[in-house]
Structures are given as C-alpha cells and as structure tokens.
C-alpha cells in the first residue's frame, strides 16, 4: 500500500524534482517517526486486545531469519 502511493506521487514528477521529493522521506527524523507510528499501530492492534499474534509473529519471524 505504501509502495502504491510512492509510485502514483513520483509518476506525477518530472525527473528534476524527485531528488526534492525523496530526501526528506530518507531523513532518519522521518524513518525514527515512522516506526513509532508502526509500534503505536501495532500494540493498538494486537497488545491490546490480548491477541495470539505476537509469539506466532515472533516464531515465525525467528525461523525466516534463521
């Protein structure tokens, strides 16, 4: 979904203008915010609603990467 509306915002920009269009969204202030709005969203969604998500996300997390 994310990936969605950077293509359709970047489809409207000339080449010149991206670099303008990118930087900010690069900014490690911008990635620190995004991520606190994904924990926030995360533990609304499944911390507190007492879900049995989180050890699957944990399990099955551990053995991708492992």
């Known amino acids: 979904m ?9 489809k ?9 269009h ?3 969204m690069l900014s490690t202030n911008y990635l620190k915010n995004g991520f606190q709005r994904w924990l926030e969203n995360y533990h609304a969604k499944y911390i507190e609603t007492n879900s049995i998500d989180p050890p699957y ?6 053995m991708a990467f492992s």
Do not use: I, N, Q
């Open 2 to 10: 994310a990936m969605r509306k950077f293509y359709s915002e970047m």
């Open 12 to 20: 409207g920009l000339k080449v010149k203008e991206a670099p303008d």
């Open 22 to 24: 990118v930087k900010p």
């Open 57 to 62: 996300h944990v399990c099955f997390g551990g």
